[in-house]
């Protein structure tokens, strides 16, 4: 299996130089790093990780609940937020932006694995979801306009028997 590809936001260097060594012992593949919101989503749209490891407090403008909603709208990424502020209105700020998971910091390296996987885990069902729910979608699509074009053969092979004048052995469609 290939190795998950991680970005990391964080705007504190010896964290996210920490973090950097953890992830890849832990056999994840770290593709960026980056301290700001605006930056975030500038790389994570260059790099196309798996993943995005997110702090929600950030240098620049935008903290780390826009730039998720920015990552995940345009680009349907996961993104687990690494924060050490769990409670409050940040929090609540936090979960309207539906992240994939949330690590209270300090973590253990376990921890951070456990979360990662089902995040990535999660991700990959709700895009496989989709998927069957389209191609379902199509077949319907294809089905209503075979059956609507079926019902319209029937109807005009009836008005041309109608109009021969001969009365055919079985009606091919009720037309009541």
Do not use: C, W
């Not at 798996?50 to 702090?55: C, E, F, K, S, T």
């Not at 109807?155 to 052995?169: F, M, R, V």
């Amino acid at each position: 299996m290939n190795k998950a590809r991680l970005l990391i936001v964080e705007d504190e260097v010896i964290v996210a130089e920490d973090l950097k060594i953890r992830l890849a012992q832990l056999g994840y593949t770290v593709v960026g790093s980056t301290a700001s919101g605006e930056d975030a989503v500038a790389l994570a749209a260059q790099v196309r990780p798996d993943l995005v490891l997110m702090d929600i407090h950030l240098k620049g403008q935008m903290d780390g609940i826009t730039a998720t909603h920015e990552i995940r709208d345009r680009l349907s990424v996961p993104v687990v937020f690494l924060s050490a502020f769990g409670e409050g209105r940040t929090f609540q700020r936090a979960k309207e932006a539906e992240p994939s998971g949330f690590i209270l910091k300090p973590f253990e390296d376990r921890e951070l694995k456990i979360v990662i996987e089902m995040a990535l885990y999660k991700h990959y069902a709700e895009n496989e979801l989709k998927q069957k729910y389209a191609e379902i979608e199509r077949f319907n699509q294809v089905a209503m306009g075979r059956e609507l074009r079926m019902i319209e053969l029937k109807q005009e092979i009836n008005a041309l028997l109608k109009t021969t004048g001969k009365a055919p052995k079985y009606k091919i469609v009720d037309e009541t």
